[in-house]
């Protein structure tokens, strides 16, 4: 059982990154997958979360309106899309998952299985 993202990397302020979640030995169907990051010295933070059982989603301030979560179960795949990036959102992302859930309630609190992080630095 795993996650992988990727997708991460060096960005120009203004630019755009679509980060790619691969699960392995599981299929994502029914469980809700989250994004979140970790900048240097700080903790993790939950930045989105897509439902499994509705496909509803969720972001938090920082990303609203710049960030496009997604999913396509048939690829064991989810996508987090950010647009107009900003040197604030230099971080470790991971996406993870918890399958004793179907939804994102408390999302941000955590969830039971984290998948390896991708890099993203949004510099000149």
């Known amino acids: 059982v795993q996650l992988q993202a990727s997708g991460g990397g060096l960005v120009q302020p203004g630019g755009s990154l679509r980060l790619s979640c691969v699960a392995s030995g599981f299929t994502l169907e029914g469980y809700p997958i989250a994004w979140f990051r970790q900048a240097p010295g700080k903790e993790p933070w939950g930045i989105s979360c897509?439902?499994?059982?509705?496909?509803?989603?969720y972001y938090d301030d920082s990303v609203k309106g710049r960030a496009t979560i997604s999913r396509d179960n048939a690829k064991y795949t989810a996508y987090l899309q950010i647009d107009s990036l900003k040197p604030e959102d230099t971080a470790k992302y991971y996406c993870?998952?918890?399958?004793?859930?179907?939804?994102?309630?408390?999302?941000?609190?955590?969830?039971?299985?984290w998948g390896k992080g991708t890099q993203v630095t949004v510099d000149y």
């Open positions: 897509i439902s499994g059982s509705d496909s509803g989603v």
């Open positions: 993870a998952t918890d399958f004793e859930k179907t939804g994102c309630t408390d999302y941000g609190r955590g969830m039971d299985y």
